[in-house]
């Protein structure tokens, strides 16, 4: 059962979310009319799988056994780049599968979106002279535990193909909104890999290996793939947050929702009532611009005239990025359940 919670730490005023576990710490953005563009660090999504460590204030960067070091103030002296990007868990909307998938059972609010300031990881990178065999760049967060199903320890590890990890946007981020990362969200070094599902970017960053075969880790091979293949973008989204599932709401009507997606931005949102299947564009200038491509937009659409009083509707929202990747009409069952980003309804009545 969700919980909503609000407790207070040195580095985050106040947190306000949905908590889904406490021991590894996960819990969702609350999303409804009052969520902002940009989701401040206290009401930002968490997701853990270890206990949330203390991270290191360097990282050690492995060549072929040949390790150097650079520092945290090394990285700050870097350029410096900020982006806004909207992060998602792969597991987001699991809670809506069937049969039941294990894993968090996230609803949608497993995901947020912030401005996070760091270098590029191929500025980071330079300090070392990189192969030409090198196939993938392995990420090694300070989080150590024991999965359930796996019985031995392990710290959470990721790996990019060296194509992807030497993309101008990757970023070895130190500020989220400007200020130090908080520890909850991969503090003091994250790194942040724009456009994919958060479990790429990996958090309290310590070492960084130049790999010359595939890595084939636990967190590589075993979790977070469908048939097989690692998840790499995240699939289109809509998310209606206003009106809620229940309301009772006036014939002319006001929608307020999120869409994002990851191959590409969301350049349409499209309006379904009563699972009837006639999918109507909203209005393109109810689709607000995101100060950036990996950022979630914002739509908002006033008086969408509902034909009856009394009556009940069920709306079903969902985009369309400009890559032409859309939201399936049914989910798409996985053993782990991810990437489920079927279109949920939201149930309102109309006043009589």
């Not at 609350?30 to 206290?42: C, N, V």
């Not at 597991?91 to 049969?99: Q, S, Y």
Request: aromatic residues 8%.
């Amino acid at each position: 059962m969700l919980v909503r919670v609000r407790w207070q730490t040195d580095r985050v005023p106040e947190r306000d979310l949905l908590v889904l576990s406490e021991d590894p710490f996960n819990a969702e953005t609350r999303l409804d009319e009052k969520t902002p563009a940009i989701t401040p660090p206290g009401r930002h999504y968490v997701r853990t799988h270890f206990p949330i460590p203390t991270g290191p204030r360097s990282i050690v960067l492995d060549r072929a056994g040949a390790a150097a070091s650079i520092s945290f103030d090394e990285i700050r002296a870097l350029p410096a780049r900020s982006m806004v990007v909207t992060l998602e868990c792969a597991g987001n909307g699991r809670r809506f599968l069937e049969p039941k998938a294990p894993g968090e059972q996230w609803g949608l609010g497993a995901v947020g979106t912030a401005t996070w300031t760091g270098a590029s990881l191929k500025d980071v990178l330079r300090s070392v002279a990189i192969p030409s065999r090198t196939v993938e760049v392995l990420f090694r967060g300070a989080d150590e535990g024991v999965p359930k199903d796996l019985g031995r320890q392990i710290g959470y590890e990721r790996s990019l193909p060296i194509e992807d990890a030497l993309g101008e946007d990757v970023l070895v981020a130190y500020l989220m909104e400007g200020a130090p990362i908080p520890r909850e969200h991969g503090g003091p070094l994250r790194l942040i890999v724009p456009g994919w599902y958060g479990m790429a970017s990996v958090k309290w960053l310590e070492r960084i290996t130049l790999l010359d075969a595939a890595f084939t880790g636990f967190f590589q091979k075993d979790r977070y793939v469908i048939d097989g293949e690692p998840l790499r973008h995240i699939a289109p989204r809509a998310v209606l947050v206003y009106p809620p599932d229940g309301a009772v709401v006036e014939r002319a009507l006001w929608l307020i929702g999120f869409a994002w997606s990851g191959a590409a931005p969301v350049t349409r949102v499209e309006l379904s009532r009563n699972d009837d299947n006639d999918w109507v564009p909203m209005p393109t200038s109810s689709l607000q611009s995101s100060p950036s491509p990996y950022g979630w937009a914002k739509f908002t659409s006033h008086n969408l005239l509902l034909p009856g009083l009394d009556e009940e509707y069920s709306l079903l929202i969902r985009a369309v990025d400009a890559a032409g990747n859309t939201q399936p009409l049914e989910p798409r069952w996985n053993a782990l359940g991810y990437a489920n980003n079927a279109p949920r309804p939201v149930r309102i009545r109309v006043r009589g």
